[in-house]
Nanobody, 122 residues
């Protein structure tokens, strides 16, 4: 079983950048696609970005803005989310999870971690 822990969030001014990290335990991590999701106060959790098991394919909720970049390092059991030009609307708790890269995305583990808080000030 794969367990994921999110980190890297914080308080940043609008226009700034953050890199979130999703660190996995379990030897089968490299077999799974991974997605990043976020949940803003009072809103449902939404999909942000996904990466295939080997990192050859990526998919974004909003590719036209191109502000976020997902990547992974299977040697380190880690998936990253680089976020640039952050906006106050990006304020949310960010989560990662193992997924199937279907449309819509299929989350494979109903047990979510604690996430990492991102707060963007205007």
């Amino acid at each position: 079983q794969v367990q994921l822990v999110e980190s890297g969030g914080g308080l940043v001014q609008a226009g700034g950048s953050l890199r979130l990290t999703c660190t996995a335990s379990g030897r089968t991590f490299s077999s799974y696609a991974v997605g990043w999701f976020r949940q803003a106060p009072g809103k449902e959790r939404q999909f942000v970005a996904a990466i295939s098991s080997r990192g050859s394919s990526t998919f974004y909720e909003d590719p036209m803005e191109a502000r976020f970049t997902i990547s992974r390092d299977n040697d380190k059991n880690t998936v990253y989310l680089r976020m640039n030009r952050l906006k106050p609307d990006d304020t949310a708790v960010y989560y990662c999870n193992i997924i199937h890269m279907t449309i819509p995305i299929t989350v494979l583990d109903n047990n979510w971690g604690q996430g990492t808080q991102v707060t963007v000030s205007s």
